[in-house]
Nanobody
Framework: QVHLVESGGGLVQPGGSLRLSCAAS????????MGWYRQAPGKQRELVAD???????AYADSVKGRFTISRDNAKNTVYLQMNSLKPEDTAVYHC????????????WGQGTQVTVSS
């Protein structure tokens, strides 16, 4: 079992920045992917960005050039630096952990609200 604890959400004005963190604990697998998904009201959950334990990174087109994902493998923590935030970035952001070397099981955090509004 993997437990994910997220932090860093909040209210920010358009053009502002926020940094999300997600710390994983429990049965950590050496080969894994950690990432962020978001779900806005009335919309499906979508991938924002993810980063593999080997360093491969993927971003949604809508956040390229504005968001940066990184990870600290020693701390089992993934970060999402969000700059130039737009109202359409408003959503609940969920941390995701895929235990690639642990049967491919998906784990989810409870989510943190990000609201971009003036």
């Amino acid at each position: 079992q993997v437990h994910l604890v997220e932090s860093g959400g909040g209210l920010v004005q358009p053009g502002g920045s926020l940094r999300l963190s997600c710390a994983a604990s429990g049965s950590i697998f050496s080969i894994n992917v950690m990432g962020w998904y978001r779900q806005a009201p009335g919309k499906q959950r979508e991938l924002v960005a993810d980063i593999a334990s080997g360093g491969t990174i993927a971003y949604a087109d809508s956040v390229k050039g504005r968001f940066t994902i990184s990870r600290d493998n020693a701390k089992n923590t993934v970060y999402l630096q969000m700059n130039s935030l737009k109202p359409e970035d408003t959503a609940v952001y969920h941390c995701n952990y895929i235990a690639v070397s642990g049967g491919g099981i998906n784990y989810w955090g409870q989510g943190t609200q990000v609201t971009v509004s003036s």
